[in-house]
């Protein structure tokens, strides 16, 4: 039982951190979200960090790092709200590598490692909601080759990704494909989200298909709990940021002629946001560690995590907001899209409400982080 | 004891029912239904066949051309309004500055500014905060100087809710810094069109740009723009927030609102999740208790025994309602809720929706929006300060 | 639409509140709790006053009034945490009355009405929980003569009361019948509750009972509702007192040389009681105005009432504990009696969470106070 | 990063296991997991089988002859004990009052106390707070008056937890009145048994006499039982403190509880109720959370990096989780939690159970108890203020 980090992961932190500060700040983040909410120079830089291949064996070019070294990344980058996703990037190098045959692995995960290629997730469907077990989207084989058709919602970056890793259904299972973004049946939509970012609908007729894994929801599980501990740890970074700048705040902004940051009642306020801060700070930890559980572990695990951020996400956004008054409520204050970013990670893999239906459905007779 | 209204009260409702389910514009009230984007026209055509009816000083005694309502029957006025899909009426004309000029402006002003605002002609707008004077509304710095006939005035307002289309501006401005801080504050009526004032709309992080600020340089204000006494104003003010007793509670908006939420929750799959629906429960629940504490306050009006001095809570409960029902709608829809395109939320709109109904592309941006309520008005710390002040002294 | 109270119905709550401050003031409250949690005489007094025949008709020696005078005096008995149970006297009364055949009436409600005669409710089993509709108690008829057996749990002073309105299975279908205590084959065991009052278990073998309705349940949820909403009512009067002892302490307790009053943090929290409160009291308004409603419209409205009334109940009484601190905390002290009351409250008449089932089975698509 | 404990550190747990399952005697600890009443004699029982083993002082380092376990290792017996059902400590002696005997009493003082702490012979109790004092400690008022070679002790205590059952306290007293509040207080050891000394049992809301009022008129002390030095005594207490460390959090019990918890809701019916089911997963989410920050807090001491100034936090969410999980009981068996029988708390009751089961009976009771544990020490609205003030400055 140990929490510190490794001097290794000290060192990875400081240079995500040192990126971030220095390469990806408000004015820079802000001129990609009227750009459209993705830059592929950031994306690149984040490769030349080695984050892209964090997950990557070294063998295809990767660092072949393990959870708490994404997690460390994932803080940093929520501390500047980062728009380029690389829990998608995480997400699909572990399971190509984990699930996909060696030649997918040996033709992807390479260019992944570098941040040539950008394989995303692309699972989301209107009629299922959080629900990984509905797949309308079908599969089908015909001489060995595969095809995809249906559509998806909301995909990461959905119409810049060179490929994406896709359930579909085959014979009443779900399967998990990697189906290339210029395969010809294959359209996008693209729009901005809430939080600034890139998303799109990803449209498939017929679409030329590389069969990943028949066992696929499970894999496709064990990939959403990968998101979800980096979302974790994103929304660790994003809160931990966002106290700091309410702290800031409060101790400048006078009201009454002395600091608001002496009232009593909002003092208690900081105090709650810090119990909120920390309870998810634990949650992160335990995400993360818990990666590598046997299935039916991880995933209770990765549920009651998920929960605990959504309600410290919830809080700390809407009190922070409050907190501030009015300046947090405009688009130049940097807190709103601190906010803004919160608000889109709950609703990201399954929400409060989702993840609490996740526990209670997995509750066992004992309880506790080892149990 | 009676919970129903009297015989008189429904006939009254009656007709306000139909007279506007006749006259409210469908284009309007289909966006308003929709929480989809109104326009400055929008917003003045509704305005304006109020105007035309006599309606838009709903809550004006008859002396000055309002129709002389009960409390009860302006609370039903809004009510049919609300539940219609009418827009919310820019209350800063006939509800916050007509009331002040009533009471505390002389004859000549009054000849001059209330027909304006009572036919929605002009559009007014309210200056009161400033960069550093949120919940300390006294600290405010704008001075007014009296130089000759005229006040000259510098300094800035902010958050001045759709000044971008004012034509009028009322204003508290310092006109003296002796004494305790409200004691040197005055209410100025001020031209928008005078040179020296330039409005730069704030974008708001929905991505709208309901509010600005408003900087005043060297602006020329003719003396006989003071309402009432010089260094009054701070009473006046006081006077005007006594204005707005039941109406800050907004419980009719919610009711309306409540109904799109179950809609939205239908729609989105989740209204027979007990889960979710239980959020939903709750929600009614809130807004049922708000609506009897708005009841009370009427009956205590119309009485006048059992007063009520409850403003306090009808703004904190109003206000998280609000916030609740639009968080609620944003989570029904959940990751369809997440596109964030800017046109989807002008009606008729007819791009294709990524991911979801158009009717889910306001949800996100309603719920930023809303975030306000509990800020402004008086926040809800300092509604908090003042109903610990009545419970404790 | 008006909530003004009539010259009568003042004149009611001046006499009630009297005699709670004058004649049962705390010691004798203590007394009566030493003493096993109900005193006839209390209730004797209660009767003089006319509480006792207030839905009596005045045909039967009652007053015949309705749900306004009744929540007013159940507010007064409230404030005063009063152990007698006459809530249970306004929902048998009423039961009577309306559901009863005119010998059953005219043998009972003249010494209700005079409090020679105590009838409680007896619906509550061990398997039911808080579901009405859950009856294992069976009755049958012979020769024109009905008797019940079963065993009814907590029954508010199940030993002392002469007669018990009971809910029992005929053919598969729950009516309603008169038992009275000294019937062969009804046995009780009584004890002490949370709150000081009186409760007992009543047996029942082969009873003799007097068919009061065969349409049982529907008389049973009006009878619960009568209950529900004089609870509410009780709760509004238990609050307002325990606001008013918590408001007062503060101003008194001195802590780091100031008043506790004077804390923001604590202020913030007596402005949410005191919301709290002004929520519960106009959920008990709207409960005893909406009791002579259509049966589904009353249904929902007490519900969303009992809701309402529960989660102020357990705000307010678990504040008003925090505040003032250690003292209240201690048997001494007036505030923990009413916290233990309120507590009660809430599961008396099914509690907030079911409640909450209720309202949640019951929505529509409008709402509102008229909806 | 590791989640798992070390080898060694399980062969210590299992080698605690091993023991508290052979020496816990069941009639104890089958009371402790049924929440009944608990005597003097069997909490000094079991304390005296820990005294006999070396482990009453289980924090205790090996100079004064604790078995001078690692915080992990103290974690992990102090868990296996809560889970077996192993009573809790009466922390007065070996976890309050010895330390602070080590870190500032002299030789003879640790020579003639420890012992009989250590083994568990001697009660103590604390003796802190008073009628005047509670969230205000430093504003005691207990006067120690030195006379000769001994103090005069005058004045009141109170909330002295079983002080019933102390043969000697230690308290803070007021030695001087000069210069800040914090400044005039020593701590000082009394033998209870001194003339002048009276306790009186304070009955609580759930019935039982759990604390004390103890009175002192003119108790002489003999001067050689100051510890440390005269006016220090606030700086041994606050020393005091920090021993509290992750034990105030007991995670360990709500763990056991948690467990009682199901069992009651199974009993009751209600655990597959979809609403109260959702209740025992949030507060399943809140009690692991809560252990990983424990878990934070033991790794960090161990490694002396990234150390966590989070105590307040401990003392807020272990509280509020002692609270809730009372609270569930209780609402698990809902109307069957209304009976409330004295004697039906005392195991072994032959008495006919009214309503339901017997493991009932302690259900209100407790949740009746429980409201203490945001009062005591600390509330946590001081809590709040420390937490705030390391945030906030």
């Known amino acids: 039982m140990d929490f510190d980090f490794s001097d290794d992961q000290e060192q990875l932190r400081d240079a995500v951190r040192k990126w971030v500060d220095k390469g990806y700040d408000f004015d820079r983040r802000r001129a990609i979200v009227a750009a459209g909410g993705f830059d592929r120079a950031a994306y690149g830089e984040m490769a030349d960090l080695g984050l892209t291949g964090l997950y990557v064996s070294e063998e295809h070019g990767g660092m072949g790092m393990g959870p708490t070294e994404a997690m460390v990344t994932m803080e ?16 699909c190098s572990a399971t190509l590598q984990t699930h996909a045959p060696a030649a997918l692995q040996a033709a992807w995960l390479p260019r992944m490692a570098a941040g040539e290629a950008i394989v995303v997730l692309a699972q989301q469907e209107r009629g299922a909601r959080y629900q990984l077990n509905r797949c309308a989207a079908l599969a089908s084989e015909s001489g060995g080759a595969w095809t995809v058709s249906g559509t998806k919602s909301v995909v990461a970056v959905g119409d810049q990704a060179d490929a994406f890793v896709v359930p579909a259904t085959v014979n009443g299972q779900i399967a998990l494909f990697l189906v290339e973004r210029n ?7 693209a729009y901005g989200t809430q939080d600034g970012s890139r998303a799109a609908e990803v449209v498939m007729k017929q679409a030329q298909a590389q069969l990943i894994t028949l066992n696929g929801l499970a894999a496709l599980e064990e990939a959403v709990d990968i998101g979800i501990a980096c979302t974790c740890a994103e929304a660790v970074g994003v809160m931990d940021k966002t106290l700091a700048i309410t702290v800031d705040y409060m101790n400048t902004r006078k009201q009454f002629g002395v600091n608001i940051a002496s009232f009593q009642a909002l003092r208690h306020r900081v105090a709650d946001m810090k119990m909120q801060l920390e309870l998810g ?19 209770r695990a990765l549920a009651r995590a998920k929960y605990q951020l959504g309600v410290s996400m ?33 609703m990201t893999f399954g929400d409060t409400l989702h993840q609490l239906g996740e526990v209670s459905a997995r509750m066992q007779e004992t309880a506790g982080v080892f149990a | 004891m009676d919970l129903a209204f009297t015989p008189d009260e429904l006939a009254f409702r009656d007709e306000i029912r139909t007279w506007v389910k006749a006259n409210l514009p469908s284009d309007i009230s289909q966006k308003v239904h929709a929480a989809m984007r109104l326009t400055r026209e929008d917003m003045q055509r509704w305005a304006k066949i109020l105007g035309k009816k006599g309606w838009l000083g709903w809550g004006w005694p008859t002396q000055f051309g309002g129709p002389g309502w009960t409390a009860v029957q302006k ?13 919310r009426v820019v209350p800063f004309g006939p509800v916050m500055v007509a009331p002040v000029i009533m009471a505390f402006g002389n004859a000549e002003q009054q000849q001059r500014f209330l027909p304006g605002i009572a036919s929605g002609e002009v559009w007014w707008s309210q200056g009161y905060s400033e960069p550093g004077s949120g919940s300390d509304l006294a600290s405010l710095k704008t001075r007014a100087e009296r130089v000759g006939d005229k006040y000259i005035v510098n300094g800035q307002k902010t958050w001045t809710t759709l000044g971008q289309y004012g034509e009028w501006i009322f204003c508290l401005v310092r006109t003296s810094t002796e004494g305790k801080p409200q004691t040197g504050i005055s209410f100025l009526l001020i031209d928008m069109k005078s040179p020296g004032i330039t409005v730069r709309p704030i974008k708001l992080l929905d991505g709208e740009c309901e509010v600005n600020e408003v900087w005043f340089d060297n602006v020329e204000v003719p003396a006989e723009n003071l309402v009432g006494e010089e260094n009054k104003g701070w009473n006046y003010a006081k006077h005007l927030l006594a204005h707005e007793r039941t109406n800050i509670a907004d419980v009719n908006r ?7 939420l179950k809609r939205i929750a239908k729609a989105e799959g989740v209204y027979d999740d007990m889960r979710f629906r239980d959020e939903i429960a709750k929600l009614e629940v809130d807004i049922v208790a708000l609506e009897m504490l708005v009841l009370r306050v009427l009956s205590a009006e119309k009485s006048g025994k059992n007063s009520l001095d409850i403003a306090g809570l009808l703004k904190i409960k109003g206000s998280e309602i609000q916030q609740r029902y639009t968080e609620l709608m944003m989570q029904a829809a959940g990751p369809f809720a997440l596109p964030f395109i800017f046109e989807a939320m002008d009606a008729g709109w007819q791009g294709n929706f990524p991911g979801g109904v158009v009717a889910n592309a306001p949800l996100a ?29």
Chains 1, 3 share one sequence.
């Open chain 2, 75 to 87: 609370h039903l006025f809004e009510e049919e309004c609300a539940l219609a899909g009418a827009p």
């Open chain 1, 314 to 346: 919830r809080f700390i956004g809407q009190q922070a907001v409050q907190l501030h008054g009015g300046i947090a409520v405009t688009d130049e204050y940097i807190a709103s899209h601190y906010f803004k970013k919160l608000t889109q990670l709950d």
């Open chain 1, 76 to 91: 940093e980058l929520g501390r500047g709200i980062v728009l380029e996703p690389l829990t998608q990037t995480l997400i």
């Open chain 2, 254 to 260: 919610a009711k309306r609102e409540l109904e799109r």
């Open chain 2, 365 to 393: 941006a309603n719920y930023f929006n809303m975030r306000k309520t509990t800020i402004y008005g008086g926040s809800n710390e300092v509604q908090r300060n003042i109903v610990a002040q009545t419970v404790l002294g």
């Open chain 1, 183 to 189: 395969a010809s049946g294959v359209s996008t939509q």
């Open chain 1, 281 to 299: 700070r634990s949650m992160s930890y335990y995400a993360s560690l818990k990666l590598h559980a046997p299935a039916d572990e991880r995933r």
